[in-house]
């Protein structure tokens, strides 16, 4: 089937504590991305990555890394976390949406609900 | 960047009843999808539409896209239609900006 797959789903960490959210696609989509949701602020984007060793800044990076050592994986890591980073966490893919090609849609993972206390 | 409106942003059925959902964009898109996001917190994709209708089951979709809006209806309700739906818009970056969504309770 395909998806894609985030773990954990849920957390409940301590602040400064450093996690990984990891974020898995099996189908061979250059793009993926990650987004977070907050009540009233809506779904932003987090970081992207256009393909393997190629990410970029969305629009709230602060406080997070990213890296894609490899196509399926996109990984997003909280060094030192804070309960301002509290919220529901999305993961994406899709086809590259490169210059000059049709965009594609773009597929959610099932989300991680995040607590830093 | 692109300015994503959705209308209403709360809507109260009663099971069978049909309903119209509003999204204005404020620039040429490249990309528009309608999500539904489950009581849960899980978002479902409903349609991928930059222009035109579909169609899929009692939920379709329009978008005309020179006027910078999108519809997407919902016919016959039925509870499980209950939370919020999310219009989201590509404009020329690669970065889906996401309307406030309708938060829809269907009554039994």
């Known amino acids: 089937e395909a998806q894609v797959t985030q773990n954990p789903r849920y957390l409940i960490t301590v602040t400064g504590k450093k996690l990984t959210v990891t974020c898995s696609q099996n189908m061979n989509h250059e793009y993926m991305s990650w987004y977070r949701q907050d009540p009233g602020l809506g779904l932003r984007q987090i970081y992207y990555s256009m393909n393997v060793e190629v990410t970029d800044k969305g629009d709230v990076p602060e406080g997070y890394k990213v890296s894609r050592k490899e196509k399926r994986n996109f990984p997003l890591i909280l060094e030192s976390p804070s309960p301002n980073q509290t919220s529901l966490y999305f993961c994406?893919?899709?086809?590259?949406?490169?210059?000059?090609?049709?965009?594609?849609?773009?597929?959610f993972g099932p989300g991680t609900r995040l607590t830093v206390t | 960047g692109i300015q994503v409106e959705q209308s209403p942003p709360d809507l109260i059925l009663q099971e069978g009843a049909n309903s119209t959902l509003r999204c204005n964009f404020s620039?040429?898109?490249?990309?528009l999808q309608w999500f539904h996001q489950n009581p849960w917190g899980q978002l479902i994709n409903l349609f991928y539409?930059?222009?035109g209708t579909k169609q899929n089951g009692r939920l379709s979709a329009t978008t005309v896209a020179t006027e910078r809006y999108s519809l997407l209806y919902i016919s016959s309700s039925q509870t499980t239609d209950s939370g919020v739906y999310f219009c989201?818009?590509?404009?020329?970056?690669?970065?889906?900006?996401f309307g406030g969504g309708t938060r829809l309770m269907v009554k039994p």
């Open positions: 989201a818009v590509e404009g020329t970056g690669n970065m889906l900006t």
């Open positions: 620039d040429s898109v490249n990309n």
């Open positions: 994406a893919s899709s086809p590259s949406p490169l210059a000059g090609r049709n965009y594609y849609e773009q597929y």
């Open positions: 539409i930059p222009s």
